[in-house]
């Protein structure tokens, strides 16, 4: 059923437009930018100019697709299949990444990144992957419930690869592994932050397959929250895991 999902989604990004109940939309995908793991932060607190942003924050058990419906314009980090554009979305799988593709044409942004990105990591074969990200204008046009067509809902989507703890064997790899991890989400609350947005969604980067501890992944956010711009920061957390979820909530209580 999900990989219908895919094939349809597809094709209405492909096309570029869609009906629903008699009117007829429009979807197309905006700018998409590679941000490269050695290009310069934007800004970095200390600068006269940059104040420490202090947000409202929340830790909802919710669908990350129904939180982006309920605030269009937001920025959204997604996370990443480091090698495969949309990780698994193509063959039905579903991880925040596929979920997200399901109902949006951010796959379409994403491929395009194909050699610079994706092809990238391959070759890399670098036991953390790296911090280079993919910045996309896009569209959400089906609900993350049941896949019905909505009208379009603006959005920026960030994709970032996180660290894969999974992969890493020995404790000196693990404990590198998480100086990566506070780099890498240091440079993803920098880029967001370049832009002022009403909210920024994010949640337990890599703490599902890739296996990164939530509560030191809570606390590497709530150490660079300051550098984002924005009023309200949501933890979109899918309820089924009790435990990410009390991760975040203990940490930022």
Do not use: W
Request: hydrophobic share 35%; proline share 3%; glycine share 6%.
């Amino acid at each position: 059923e999900l990989k219908q999902v895919a094939k349809d989604t597809l094709e209405i990004s492909t096309i570029g437009l869609y009906e629903l109940n008699g009117q007829e939309f429009e979807v197309k995908c905006g700018e998409s930018i590679l941000i490269k793991e050695n290009d310069p932060m934007k800004h970095l607190i200390g600068n006269e100019d940059k104040q420490p942003c202090n947000p409202k924050i929340s830790i909802r058990r919710t669908d990350v697709v129904q939180e982006i419906i309920d605030s269009p314009n937001c920025a959204v980090l997604v996370f990443a299949s480091a090698r495969h554009p949309g990780g698994g979305f193509i063959n039905g799988a579903m991880a925040q990444e596929e979920q997200i593709c399901y109902c949006s044409n951010l796959y379409h942004s994403l491929v395009e990144h194909q050699l610079d990105f994706y092809d990238y990591h391959e070759n890399l074969k670098a036991k953390f992957y790296t911090s280079r990200m993919i910045q996309s204008q896009n569209q959400v046009f089906r609900s993350g419930k049941d896949y019905e067509l909505i009208e379009p809902v603006p959005v920026t989507f960030l994709t970032c690869a996180a660290v894969n703890q999974a992969l890493l064997k020995n404790s000196a790899d693990k404990e590198q592994g998480q100086k990566e991890m506070m780099k890498r989400i240091r440079r993803i609350c920098n880029q967001l932050g370049s832009k002022h947005y009403n909210k920024v969604i994010l949640g337990a980067f890599g703490c599902g397959v890739f296996r990164n501890d939530p509560s030191i992944v809570a606390d590497q956010f709530k150490q660079n929250i300051r550098y984002l711009d924005c009023d309200e920061v949501v933890f979109a957390i899918k309820g089924r895991d009790e435990q990410m979820v009390r991760a975040f909530e203990e940490c930022f209580k």
